[in-house]
């Protein structure tokens, strides 16, 4: 049986979930049996390997979130998950994963990846309906989207500013001309930053997505969020006034990255379009 990183990597009890058809598997690297003479090993007895060096050198640490694409084999070549073969990347937490994963991702960099093999001392420990044995991965770290943007503390010359005060800028281009309703249910990815960087939200810690009524959320957001059309992403940085108010925390201007994935039902063309 497949099994995603947060249900097959992190020590927790999983909800059962429909089964989705296997992914086609990936051919293991001809060194999956043991760990070649010129990978590095760690004090843990984890040993890996840079197969493409990365950006920079900021690293995760634990309590970061992290952004990936993996496959995973036994020392036999039978591959046991793979985001790979979904074509999805996985976004989990550095520390939410069994511990020689954790190590490994905490040694590399931004578009850095590296083969790593997990003696079971720091994998499963011989727990029952887990991977048995060493275990190896190919791993490619996209990004710690818990970091907060370069421009957090306030907005750039180029971002967009409405008459409430919310400033937008989009990220990554969209689909189609439709955008949502203020009574609108919407799916949609986000993170959330005080503008000192301190993340305060994310819907990556929980599953992935959020859906939830426009009209239900703070009045950037329902403002902000039907400017958008699905599949763009967009940052927003929204003043105290049309946030929380100063009732309540999080306080002062708060910075959202937000992907809309869907709009669930129907929306509208604004006229000019």
């Known amino acids: 049986m497949m099994m995603s990183v947060l249900a097959a990597l992190a020590f927790a009890a999983t909800a059962a979930a429909v089964q989705a058809p296997a992914p086609k598997a990936v051919p293991p690297p001809a060194d999956v049996a043991a760990p070649p003479s010129d990978a590095v090993k760690s004090v843990s ?46 976004t989990f937490g550095v520390d939410r994963v069994i511990p020689g994963f954790s190590e490994g991702i905490q040694l590399m960099v931004p578009g850095e990846k590296r083969r790593l093999w997990i003696p079971e001392a720091i994998a499963y420990r011989g727990q029952a309906g887990r991977p048995a044995g060493m275990l190896v991965f190919d791993v490619t770290l996209l990004g ?93 940085w929204i003043p105290e006034k049309i946030a929380y108010g100063g009732k309540q925390p999080p306080y002062g201007m708060l910075v959202f990255d937000v992907e809309l994935v869907k709009i669930e039902g129907s929306g509208y063309v604004p006229p000019m379009q």
Do not use: C
Request: hydrophobic letters at 30%; charged letters at 20%; proline letters at 8%.
């Open 144 to 236: 710690m989207p818990n970091r907060p943007p370069a421009d957090v503390a306030a907005p750039p010359p180029d971002a967009k500013k409405t008459g409430s005060g919310l400033a937008y800028k989009v990220l990554e281009p969209g689909t189609g001309a439709v955008h949502p309703r203020e009574s609108s249910q919407v799916t949609v990815a986000y993170t959330g930053w005080t503008t000192d960087g301190k993340m305060f939200d994310s819907s990556l810690l929980a599953g992935g997505t959020a859906t939830f009524a426009l009209n239900q959320v703070i009045k950037g957001w329902t403002e902000g969020v039907q400017l958008m059309v699905e599949g763009q992403k967009a940052r927003f």
């Open 45 to 90: 007895g984890l040993a890996s390997k840079v197969l493409t060096p990365g950006r920079g050198t900021d690293h995760p640490v634990k309590g970061d979130l992290v952004t990936v694409e993996y496959t995973g084999w036994t020392t036999d070549g039978k591959m046991f998950d793979s985001t790979t073969s979904r074509r999805k990347p996985s």
